[in-house]
């Protein structure tokens, strides 16, 4: 006989060698005991959680020659539906019948009744694949079948099921399997099957499976195939390109050190060896997170992912505060692989950003970068005062020109003090916390044409636009607090783009920060966190890289057409 895949082989023969859906089991069995019996069953959930199988033993149990209720396994019945040749117990793959016509060939052998059996059962896998056309024809023989019809519908995904179909069936949800439940299937097959085990190699298969136990049965065959009879974790590691604790912890204190050249070491070398990176960015997620709750409890009963050791190193390298950040990055860079085409640059960003750590050291060193970049401006501001003084006593010298005269210098000496005034708007930034709603990630979003902003370049204020790009990563001494922090990390993706008196336009590399930042709930915290920078409220709006080269050519056509408005035709009006 040809190999026998350890998923197959180990299938569930009855209800006691199910491995999890204990609510389910318990019901259906209550249900056969007292001859309760529905025409029709859905069955939903994960893949590989057991929907085909229970529907199976389900049949078994109905056509068992003992009796409803009984599985003996021994009697033809039982052995047919085991072996997929009972002509009463019909598997149909929805995938591949999915159409109105296979479903009337369904319905005219409904009417014939069992031929071996007690109950004709049809077993409709990834029902959801069927057409609206199908379900339609399938509705009134699902509603009322014969008495010795019995449909199970099986799917991953039950909301793409007409509510009419949802309607005329018991439904079932099967939830993804408990690890411990998963160690004691792959136990007992390790065991049957004579091959050696590591705890930690056991462990990182149930992860891997993640509640499903197809999967873990799959994975299983494939290790055994490649370990032969002994299993380790580093073989595992290396088989599907994982990463281990340590490297994990290892690659969280080279952020820590702020050693660029080692963190981007470290990232080319797992480059090297294809690791997933959404894997990686999940498996950093949970042992921060681990690390964050046992900081707060110092409980080890708590930590889910990681093991005490690799917990507690982490507390003591990282500030709960900084724990909170790098999660919060994280979840970012998760968020945002759903949109990019390269993951590895997305990932590459989001390392150099974990290294921006609000940590004790970063608050000491970000004050003298802060007051440095306008030391020159201040201090001749405060010289003003002095020069003034002089010049009240005697009036008639100029200690800075000879030639101007006495009549001019009043008229000159305001103008002089106004200029410094725009880059001392930095120095009321301040981390006063706001009272802002939390920021959105989905919801309606703003929409302005194109035509709009490019009306915008017009009007816009170069210089002022120049001053505010040199304040804008004063926005890293809000992410401290709770309240402004997403708002100030979001805006520090992008740069101001357009300014004018009443609109701000920010470019983002990506477009999933630009389409958060335009989410219409996100304005009024926006708006207000630039007011801070600012000093003035206005419309804050995002365009990524794509929309700005469409702005550029547009600029440049009607440039070249000579049909660029004119700056004094164009009015700055709010864009939103």
């Known amino acids: 006989m040809s190999y026998l895949a350890l998923y197959r082989k180990y299938r569930s023969k009855d209800f006691s060698e199910l491995v999890g859906q204990d609510a389910i089991k318990q019901t259906l069995m209550?249900?056969?005991?007292?001859?309760?019996?529905?025409?029709?069953?859905?069955?939903?959930?994960?893949?590989?959680?057991?929907?085909?199988?229970?529907?199976?033993?389900?049949?078994?149990?109905?056509?068992?020659?003992?009796?409803?209720?009984?599985?003996?396994?021994?009697?033809?019945?039982?052995?047919?539906?085991?072996?997929g040749v009972h002509p009463d117990v019909i598997e149909i793959d929805a995938a591949s019948n999915s159409g109105v016509d296979e479903v009337r060939n369904l319905i005219d052998q409904v009417k014939y009744g069992p031929i071996k059996g007690k109950y004709k059962v049809y077993i409709i896998d990834e029902v959801h694949m069927m057409t609206n056309s199908a379900f339609n024809a399938l509705l009134k023989t699902l509603e009322e079948p014969p008495e010795y019809v019995v449909f199970i519908l099986c799917t991953t995904e039950p909301y793409k099921l007409l509510p009419t179909i949802l309607s005329r069936c018991q439904r079932y949800d099967f939830k993804k399997i408990s690890d411990d439940d998963l160690k004691t299937l792959l136990t007992r097959v390790l065991l049957n099957e004579k091959v050696a085990c590591s705890t930690a190699a056991l462990n990182l298969i149930v992860e891997l499976a993640n509640g499903g136990a197809r999967d873990s049965l799959s994975l299983l065959d494939q290790i055994i195939s490649y370990c032969g009879s002994s299993i380790e974790e580093k073989d595992i590691i290396k088989m599907f390109g994982l990463t281990t604790s340590k490297e994990k912890v290892d690659l969280m204190k080279e952020i820590q050190s702020k050693n660029t050249l080692k963190v981007l070491s470290s990232y080319e070398s797992l480059q090297a060896r294809h690791i997933d990176l959404s894997r990686l960015v999940n498996e950093l997620?949970?042992?921060?997170?681990?690390?964050?709750?046992?900081?707060?409890?110092?409980?080890?009963?708590?930590?889910?992912?990681?093991?005490?050791?690799?917990?507690?190193?982490?507390?003591?390298?990282f500030s709960d505060e900084e724990l909170t950040y790098f999660i919060e990055i994280l979840l970012k860079c998760q968020?945002?692989?759903?949109?990019?085409?390269?993951?590895?640059?997305?990932?590459?960003?989001?390392?150099?950003?974990?290294?921006?750590?609000?940590?004790?050291?970063?608050?000491?060193?970000?004050?003298?970068?802060?007051?440095?970049?306008y030391t020159s401006k201040p201090t001749e501001f405060k010289k003003e005062p002095v020069m003034r003084e002089v010049k009240q006593d005697a009036p008639v010298t100029n200690t800075v020109t000879s030639t101007v005269t006495p009549i001019e210098k009043p008229e000159e000496e305001p103008k002089k003090q106004e200029v410094p005034k725009t880059p001392e708007v930095p120095f009321k930034l301040s981390k006063a916390s706001l009272e802002l709603e939390p920021l959105k990630i989905e919801g309606d979003s703003n929409k302005v044409p194109l035509e709009q902003i490019m009306q915008l370049t017009i009007i816009a204020n170069k210089a002022e636009r120049t001053n505010l790009l040199s304040r804008w990563g004063q926005l890293k001494t809000l992410?401290?607090?709770?309240?402004q922090a997403?708002?100030?990390?979001?805006?520090?993706?992008?740069?101001?783009?357009?300014?004018?008196?009443?609109?701000?336009?920010?470019?983002?590399?990506?477009?999933?920060?630009?389409?958060?930042?335009?989410?219409?709930?996100?304005?009024?915290?926006?708006?207000?966190?630039?007011?801070?920078?600012?000093?003035?409220?206005?419309?804050?709006?995002?365009?990524?890289?794509?929309?700005?080269?469409?702005?550029?050519?547009?600029?440049?056509?009607?440039?070249?057409?000579?049909?660029?408005?004119?700056?004094?035709?164009?009015?700055?009006?709010?864009?939103f």
Do not use: W
């Open 30 to 83: 209550n249900a056969l005991t007292t001859k309760k019996i529905s025409h029709a069953y859905l069955f939903s959930g994960p893949r590989g959680t057991g929907k085909t199988s229970v529907a199976r033993l389900f049949a078994k149990a109905l056509n068992c020659e003992e009796g409803i209720g009984h599985i003996c396994n021994e009697c033809s019945n039982c052995r047919a539906i085991n072996e």
């Open 285 to 317: 997620l949970y042992i921060l997170k681990d690390a964050l709750v046992y900081s707060k409890t110092r409980n080890k009963e708590l930590i889910t992912f990681s093991d005490e050791n690799d917990a507690k190193e982490l507390m003591l390298s």
């Open 479 to 483: 992410l401290d607090d709770p309240a």
């Open 486 to 575: 997403p708002y100030a990390a979001l805006l520090l993706e992008g740069k101001p783009f357009i300014l004018t008196n009443l609109n701000l336009i920010i470019l983002f590399d990506l477009k999933a920060p630009a389409l958060k930042l335009n989410i219409k709930d996100n304005q009024e915290g926006l708006v207000k966190i630039v007011k801070k920078l600012l000093g003035r409220k206005v419309c804050v709006y995002g365009l990524n890289r794509d929309d700005s080269t469409q702005l550029l050519k547009m600029y440049r056509n009607l440039e070249e057409l000579k049909q660029l408005p004119k700056k004094d035709t164009v009015e700055d009006k709010k864009i």
């Open 335 to 373: 968020n945002e692989f759903k949109t990019t085409s390269n993951p590895a640059f997305l990932f590459e960003i989001y390392l150099l950003k974990m290294m921006d750590s609000p940590n004790k050291e970063n608050k000491v060193t970000e004050k003298p970068s802060f007051t440095s970049t």
